[in-house]
T-cell receptor
Framework: GESVGLHLPTLSVQEGDNSIINCAYS??????FIWYKQESGKGPQFIID?????DKRQGQRVTVLLNKTVKHLSLQIAATQPGDSAVYFC???????????FGAGTRLFVKA | EPEVTQTPSHQVTQMGQEVILRCVPI?????FYWYRQILGQKVEFLVS????????KSEIFDDQFSVERPDGSNFTLKIRSTKLEDSAMYFC???????????FGQGTRLTVV
């Protein structure tokens, strides 16, 4: 069956350091991957996405890496700030698909 | 910036009662979704809706659940006879196209007592 999972449930980093959040997926049919950030009491918020024809995509302070060989996805946050503290979910879907499958989530703590 | 809005923010209901959760998706979006999140757990897909019909649903979305787009702006989730285990955050989302970025509302916290 399809599943998207995360390697670590929590991650604690020092303010200013870089953060790396990892994710494994199992559905080879997925061709679109998304990272969402969820702050306490709020809905998931889109951070960055990547399609399966790419292996890297950069945004503002964030980079997503996709390794299709080992079905691995990662989110890198540069110069982590206190405002980055949240739960991060990887998610997968496919072009024209009607649902997005979320992983379990990683809680990022940023220490000042 | 356009956003998905959900009402109410918190709903408390007695077991066995019917509840309707309401959502106003982003106006030019064509795909609509409901997800739920039990406290501390991951976000689970319930149902997607496109072209005035259900396009996909999960095992969670049984006969107790229904969705409706009663007019051009609202999208509702009805739970006919609530159970204790239906207590969760329910998120509505919408997207411009299928298989693309979905925008989520702030959620409705449903508490069944």
């Amino acid at each position: 069956g399809e599943s998207v999972g995360l390697h670590l449930p929590t991650l604690s980093v020092q303010e200013g350091d870089n953060s790396i959040i990892n994710c494994a997926y199992s559905n080879s049919a997925s061709d679109y991957f998304i990272w969402y950030k969820q702050e306490s009491g709020k809905g998931p918020q889109f951070i960055i996405d990547i399609r399966s024809n790419m292996d890297k995509r950069q945004g503002q302070r964030v980079t997503v890496l996709l390794n299709k060989t080992v079905k691995h996805l990662s989110l890198q946050i540069a110069a982590t700030q206190p405002g980055d503290s949240a739960v991060y979910f990887c998610a997968e879907t496919h072009t024209g698909g009607f649902k997005t499958i979320f992983g379990a989530g990683t809680r990022l703590f940023v220490k000042a | 910036e356009p956003e998905v809005t959900q009402t109410p923010s918190h709903q408390v209901t007695q077991m066995g009662q019917e509840v309707i959760l309401r959502c106003v998706p982003i106006s030019n979006h064509l795909y609509f979704y409901w997800y739920r999140q039990i406290l501390g757990q991951k976000v689970e897909f319930l149902v997607s809706f496109y072209n005035n019909e259900i396009s996909e649903k999960s095992e969670i979305f049984d006969d107790q659940f229904s969705v409706e787009r009663p007019d051009g702006s609202n999208f509702t989730l009805k739970i006919r006879s609530t159970k204790l285990e239906d207590s969760a955050m329910y998120f509505c989302a919408s997207s411009e196209r299928g298989g693309t970025e979905a925008f989520f509302g702030q959620g409705t916290r449903l508490t069944v007592v």
